[in-house]
C-alpha cells in the first residue's frame, strides 16, 4: 500500500511561486508513474501534471505549460511541482497521485488510472 503525503502548500500573491512536495511510501517509488491534480471550489478535479516512473518524459496541462514543472527524486522516493508565476485562477487543492507502471516509459494523464492519493494540500493564490 502506498502512502502520499503532499507538503508546500500556502498563500501566495500573485505572480509568487511555490514549489510543492510529495512523499511516497510503502511502495517501490521508481516503478510508479506519477502526476499532479487540483480541484477548485465547486469545479472538478483536473490533470496539472504527469511524469514517468524515470522522470525522463513529462506532460503538463495547457493552462500551466511554462510555468509549473514536474520532476522527481527517485531516491528520496519525492515528486515536486515548482509553480511560478501563479494566477489566481490556479487556487485550488493540489493532490499528487501514483499508479504502478514497471513496464510502461510514458506519463499518465488520466485521474482514474491512478490507483493512490494523497490528502491535497490547500494553495491559494490572491490578486
Known amino acids: 500500500q502506498v502512502q502520499l503525503v503532499e507538503s508546500g502548500g500556502g498563500l501566495v500573491q500573485a505572480g509568487g511561486s511555490l514549489r510543492l512536495s510529495c512523499a511516497a511510501s510503502?511502495?517501490?517509488?521508481?516503478?510508479?508513474?506519477m502526476g499532479w491534480f487540483r480541484q477548485a471550489p465547486g469545479k472538478e478535479r483536473e490533470f496539472v501534471a504527469a511524469?514517468?516512473?524515470?522522470?525522463?518524459?513529462?506532460n503538463y496541462a495547457d493552462s500551466v505549460k511554462g510555468r509549473f514543472t514536474i520532476s522527481r527524486d527517485n531516491a528520496k522516493n519525492t515528486v515536486y511541482l515548482q509553480m511560478n508565476e501563479l494566477r489566481p485562477e490556479d487556487t485550488a487543492v493540489y493532490y499528487c497521485?501514483?499508479?504502478?507502471?514497471?513496464?510502461?516509459?510514458?506519463?499518465?494523464?488520466?485521474?482514474?488510472?491512478?490507483?493512490?492519493w494523497g490528502q491535497g494540500t490547500q494553495v491559494t493564490v490572491s490578486s
Open positions: 511524469i514517468s516512473r524515470s522522470g525522463g518524459r513529462t
Open positions: 497521485a501514483a499508479v504502478p507502471r514497471p513496464r510502461y516509459t510514458g506519463p499518465v494523464f488520466a485521474s482514474n488510472e491512478y490507483d493512490y
Open positions: 510503502g511502495g517501490a517509488f521508481s516503478t510508479y508513474a
